[in-house]
């Protein structure tokens, strides 16, 4: 294989359409279609008495009011994605409530228009009667089950779950040092700038549903609305077009605008489209961060941790859709890149009346992450040790590999680290970050992480050679912004060996390819990177195999380059991928454009049917990528010097280092815009945003005035190292980069400031007035 | 997030539009519309009748009057902030237009709205109050010039009346020094608090209801701030020694 | 109302956003809107040569106005503008949401500042809010695009 474009800075093939205003985001297409809005619950809780909505149907301009009662799946729950054997009290919401709200925004009544404008009208008008019933907003209070969030679910509680390795309690007691400590994150949000938009066409004459969906998973989208309608798989199409960032919420299905629209659509025989506004992406679209954990470990003289017990709570939301993957990934690797020889962990997922988790960017990582580097620190704080030092000495070493860490991963397997070298991370982080600056207030912060990427089930492509020598390539994952469409084009030309630029991705369009998981858990480019790797290289055998009866040489004599098939060492002797891509498809009738040459009457190299035994027509294959269970483990740490201005509380960065290791890189441009981004969400997560609740469950900063999203002015530039332990797992060699950029900034940032202004830091997220109050 | 229904009207002439004002019964002003555009997108504005003034060329201007300078009522935050009158002669305004916002919402939002608004955060509202400057409201009941210490009264809210237009804002040329801090979350945010100083005038912002003039010695006396998420009242007093400290240094 | 040099017909609906009527009367989906009420950016446009929010705008105030959109920086088969090149060149956009207001916002401020310093680039673009990039590239994007304007 020729390596010449895996590993380059290649130009982001998607850009020009993007920088031209010619993206095709789901509000962008559907000019004509119906117009909706939803009534949602303004109560955190409540009863619903009744619901009228005769005003509402009354209004010119208003084609259909939906609620419970209105629709053929009003009292279905709806699915539980991940179901987990020690999930033992899950709950769904239904698409519309009809008796009971569980979280301020919660669907009530569906309102299709001619127009958005007076589809809010129409909302405006539809009377719902609520009996107010007491709401569980903190994970603390839920813990305390004064009130119950399902009457049916005792002590608010949708799972209890202990793992152990070793023997925690007898290790504890025998430590020479052991502290305690209540480690605190707060709800927070994604907050894609593109919220969520679905538009649905029905064809009547085809009986063909077509929906566009701003998710993260059309393949899934597809797979259950077929089942829900009652119509074959093979009239249901998904696609997600142009999708303006994801960051793990558009993973969630289904949304209940996912069922409506579609069936509002079949119903009216007209397109339908819902486009969501700010103000209800902040209340209806699931969030995550909330967790409160209790820490109590033991370490020696020299600093090594020898028992680490954790026993956290999880603040679910109202409903668990997504199951327990957000508390399981904390616990499976809490531990980090740490040898905890005796480790034991316990949670809670417990109900409160907000909007409901699922992963967003980091997806419980962090809360580990801050858990074992918190614990870092406080070792050293404890024994007047250097925190890179008492890193250093706990480190698993790059011979330890494969390291079990003994506990159940979000695969259902056990969480085992494939391959890393976290002491080269984190000398090269320090190396790169140099001498502390000259001044006051200025803290040293350090963090590793890791992060397991890249799971399974599987992903698939298809990659086809056309007559013109241009190669098109399809995933069923959708992008939001990765780069999909150049990454995987890499990987295809290097196959193919041809130039990046011929190379077409599509990606996330069910009538492109049908099957797939989803992008979600940095694993895009290990799931599809090796599918594609995997097509295009069939694609190429069978290219050599037509060519090898053109060319009269042996298959294996035969390469590809420079969008030829060529015989090795005799440069005379190719054939352009073009032809072979003709040739491979024998035909009766001759089109121009140099087809005639593959028509059953011209003469042939060898004997025999047209087409040759076990083979098929065309230049095309399609490949997939399913790994045993078990991830890629991605790596890293980050480092930073920080400024605590010691009166207004601001922070300044004064470098930031990232030292990073996802083994093979395909596009490092691509992979550092990544990291960036990441660390820019990880700074707003930790210092500017967070989702006020308040005591009656009302979100109280649903605005971008008050959810204080960081622009340009906060946001440092990040300087980053690269390391590459290339993964043993999969063919490439890749791990997932998708989030290591988030993980561990909370966790850097408390240490920093810890270091600054000399205060304990044990929540998440800060701001000044906070900082104020602790240095009191 | 879409407007509600309501009648627009765009006058010609500040005669018609007074003229509206005093005959519609729940007309707004809809000028620069950086405030009311979003209340109206998030339905917590629902007028009946809109009044846009972006026509009015008779409001456009800025010009030296009675030992100050005056603006119109179209003049937007960013003509202001780059006058070269303003400048000479009251230079703290250009730099607390800088404050306002970001530029893309000064080429649109005017000085007067942000008066008119009265938000308690308003680092406009907080010049005119330090500069002691003055407004001119009309009506078909007649026109009235309002000082600044008179104009505030609360949240959003100053004594023009509802069929009111606020024509024009004045504000006397200073010679001292003049300074305006403020404590924002992010760039361009409305401030968590501020001072402003006009030579030995202070104004605080963002700490009250209204914006409030203060003794540079003393500044927090009588300050009773509410808490918020995040800003609790010791902070925001914090904020304010530190800020005032600042300005006076200046 | 003239729209990137194309006299358009007036809007009649007088609560319509001008970004609704860029997008879904006009066609201009370029023009991307993310809050609705001020603070993201993506909706920003040239209204008579300066940024503006187009939510904050009412379609029917734009009578007798030149605008200017994404579409309008370049013609489709034409290169693309120094500021569209430079944000490819420097890896200034993942999603591509925030971006159209990005540009529009740097083209006004390119006009302004040819040869802008790293702070009134930052008081620039600190308007426009990106989820995806971190900024970093887009701060390269800008001063790339001061650069190829110079010499364009
Ligand atoms: C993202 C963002 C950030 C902002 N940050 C700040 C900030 O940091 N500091 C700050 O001070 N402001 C800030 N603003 C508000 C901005 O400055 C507004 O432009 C200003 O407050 C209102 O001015 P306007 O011309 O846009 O008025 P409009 O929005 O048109 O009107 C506001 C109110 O005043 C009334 N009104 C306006 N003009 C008149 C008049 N001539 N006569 C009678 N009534 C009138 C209107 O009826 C309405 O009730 C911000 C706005 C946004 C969108
Ligand atoms: S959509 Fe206009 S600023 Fe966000
Ligand atoms: S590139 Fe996605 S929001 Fe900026």
Known sequence: MTTRLFGERVQRLEDERLLRGQGRYTDDLGNGALECAFVRSPFAHARIHSINATAARALPGVVAVYTAADVPFGDLDLPLLIPHPQLTHPRTQKCLASSIVRYAGEAVAFVVAESRYLAEDAADLVEVEYEPLPAVVTPERSAKAENLVHADVPANSAADVTQAVGDVDSALARASHRLRRRLRLERSAAQPLEARAVWARWDAVEGRLTVYDSTQSPTSIRGGLAVLFGLPETSVEVIAPDVGGGFGPKIMLFNPDELLVPYAAMKLGRPVKWTEDRREHFTAVTHERAQVHEVDFGFDDGGKLLALDVDFIHDAGAYTPYGLILPIITAAQLPGPYRVPNYRVRFRDLYTNCTPTSPYRGAGRPHGCFVIERVMDAIAAELGLDRAEVRRRNLLQPGDFPYSVGTMWQDGGMAVYDSGDYPELLRLALERLGPKPEGDNIGLGLAMYVEGTGVGPYEGAHVQVLVSGKVVASTGIPTQGQGHATVFAQVVADELGVSVEDVTVTSGDTRRFPWGVGTFASRGAVMSGNAMANAARAVAEKAKRVAAEHLEADAADLELAGGEVRVKGSPGRSLPLAVVSILSNPLRYAFGGGDEIATQFQPRPRPGPPLAEGEEPGLEATGYYSPSPGSTWAGGCHAAYLRVDPKTYRLEFLKYVVAHDCGRVINPMILEGQIQGGVAQGIAGSFYERLLYDEEGQLRNASFMEFLMPYATEIPDVEMVHLETPSPLNPLGIKGAGEAGTIPVAAMLASAIEDALGVRIDEMPLNPNRLFELTR | ?250 | MIVNGIERPEASDPRRLLSDYLRHDLGLTGTHVGCEHGVCGCCTILFDGRPVRSCLLLAVQARGHELATVEGLAQPEAPMHPVQQAFKECHGLQCGFCTPGFLMATVAFLREFPDPSDAEIADAIAGNLCRCTGYANIRRSVRRAAELSRQA
């Open chain 2, 1 to 250: 997030m879409k407007p509600p229904v309501f009648e627009y009207h765009a006058p010609a002439s500040v005669g018609e539009a007074i003229s509206l004002l005093g005959s519609l019964a729940e007309a707004k002003v809809l000028a620069g519309g950086q405030s009311l555009v979003p209340l109206l997108n998030f339905r917590l504005a629902r007028p009946a009748h809109l009044v846009d003034i972006n026509r009015l060329a008779e409001l456009t201007k800025i010009y030296e009057r009675d030992g100050g300078v005056a603006v119109g009522a179209v003049v937007r935050q960013a003509e202001a902030e780059v006058d070269p009158l303003l400048r000479e002669r009251c230079p703290l305004l250009p730099l607390a237009l800088r404050l306002v916002a970001h530029p893309v919402i000064r080429n649109r939002g005017t000085v007067c709205g942000s008066l008119a608004h009265a938000d308690p955060a308003s680092e406009l509202c907080a010049a005119l109050l330090v500069l002691d400057g003055r407004v001119t409201a009309r009506s078909q009941r007649g026109e009235r010039v309002i000082a600044a210490a008179d104009f505030f009264r609360g949240t959003m809210d100053s004594v023009l009346e509802p069929d009111e237009l606020l024509t024009e804002a004045w504000f006397p040329a200073t010679a001292g020094p003049v300074a305006i801090a403020e404590e924002a979350r992010r760039h361009g945010d409305f401030a968590l608090a501020g001072a402003a100083r006009a030579g030995d005038r202070l104004a605080l912002f963002g700490v009250a209801t209204r914006p409030l003039l203060a003794d540079p010695a003393d500044p927090t006396r009588g300050l009773e701030p509410s808490s918020e998420p995040e800003c609790s009242p010791d902070f925001r007093l914090h904020l304010v020694k530190v800020l005032v400290e600042r300005v006076m240094q200046a």
